[in-house]
């Protein structure tokens, strides 16, 4: 599998969308990964989860990121996120949140290295596409249990290992330690994506020589900002013109409108709407005045009655991107609206 930039989008969950995703593959990234999608949904049938499953023909290569604790129900999961169309299946064991914890996945597994390896394993016997794991450091501050588990998933079959140096009692506090990743690439002779803190094409490329990491890996700064990846990529820092803000802004949202449905769209949209016009582009009051309209359809409206140019730079970008047809799996309850 070849991926075309040393970029990766970050999966978040509430954020990775289809439409997060086209977005950022436009921009430049060269891997883009879904949210982490639970084993145990795929495992019921749940239609909701089954919805993050959907993989557009324009996304590749594209990684689905699983979560979950047991070997058996991740592996049975995996195969689904292979026959959905996924080029790589990741494995979520950097997870902080305690809902997902407390079930004994996501980060904890960085304390029960047996159990980890067992779900690499498990899953690499499972499917023919690459397994990659994302991880954090370890669980508490200073823990270095990344370095100790790394090297135990690779040799259970992990191809690609990413690291997020932060603990996961850390949440998002502090600053990404990433002499870990540097340790961890000396110790690793898979690839290995550097995620936390790359805000910058400086910060990227200081990363990169210090680590010796194959990627950089971005999330938050390319919340409502695809123009990130582009400076990152090419040194391009000039800020987007409001039109070119607008016209990106209403793309996302017919796209998130087309894969939630209207219902689960408005709610999602809401804080995309303070990321794309926030960062100064806007004033404040304007983003709260789009919170308050009812629809989609409303919104859409008023960002075009205060900014008509950017009608003309939409239909460029449509113009410009490819028309693909949805890939819709035969034999899963997924409705074309996701899962409403
Ligand atoms: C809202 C949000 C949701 C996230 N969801 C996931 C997820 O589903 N799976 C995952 O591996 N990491 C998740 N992360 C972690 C990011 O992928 C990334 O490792 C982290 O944000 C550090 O990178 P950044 O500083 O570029 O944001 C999430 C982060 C945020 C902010």
Redesign the pocket.
């Known amino acids: 599998m070849e991926v075309p930039s040393r970029l990766v989008l970050?999966?978040?969950?509430?954020?990775?969308v289809q439409a997060f995703r086209r977005q950022g593959r436009r921009f430049g990234a060269g891997l883009v990964?879904s949210?982490?999608v639970s084993c145990a949904g795929i495992e019921h049938g749940n239609e909701r989860t089954l919805g993050y499953l959907r993989v557009g023909a324009d996304e590749h290569p594209l990684a689905i990121?699983i979560?979950g604790s047991e070997p058996r129900v991740m592996a049975d999961a995996a195969k689904l996120v292979a026959a959905a169309g996924a080029d790589i299946v990741?494995i979520?064991f950097?997870?902080p949140v305690r809902k997902v914890t407390k079930t004994g996945a996501g980060a904890t597994l960085l304390e029960q290295p047996d159990r980890a390896a067992a779900i690499v394993d498990a899953v690499a016997r499972a499917v023919d596409i690459p397994v990659s794991v994302?991880m954090r450091r370890g669980l508490e501050n200073g823990s270095r249990m990344c370095l100790e588990v790394g090297p135990r998933l690779v040799a259970a079959g992990a191809q690609s290992l990413?690291l997020?140096p932060?603990s996961a009692r850390q949440m998002?506090t502090g600053e990404?330690d990433h002499t870990l990743t540097a340790e961890l690439v000396d110790l690793v002779d898979v690839p290995v994506i550097a995620?936390?803190?790359?805000?910058s094409r400086a910060r990227a490329q200081a990363v990169l020589a210090t680590t010796g990491a194959a990627a950089v890996?971005?999330?938050?700064?390319?919340?409502g900002n695809p123009w990130v990846l582009r400076e990152i990529l090419e040194g391009d820092a000039n800020e987007p013109s409001r039109e070119e803000v607008v016209a990106e802004l209403v793309l996302f949202m017919r796209e998130t409108v087309r894969e939630l449905g209207e219902r689960r769209a408005t709610g999602f949209l809401k804080k995309f709407y303070g990321w794309f016009l926030g960062r100064g582009r806007f004033p404040r009051p304007f983003k709260q005045e789009l919170v308050c309209l009812g629809t989609t359809a409303d919104v859409e409206a008023h960002l075009f009655e205060t900014v008509p140019g950017a009608r003309f730079v939409l239909a460029r970008i449509e113009q410009e991107q490819p028309k693909v047809d949805e890939v819709l799996l035969e034999d899963m309850p997924i409705s074309i609206y996701g899962g409403g």
């Open positions: 970050a999966p978040m969950a509430g954020v990775s990964c949210e982490m990121q979560f990741d979520n950097g997870c994302k990413t997020h932060r998002y990404a995620s936390g803190d790359i805000t890996m971005v999330g938050r700064a390319a919340q």
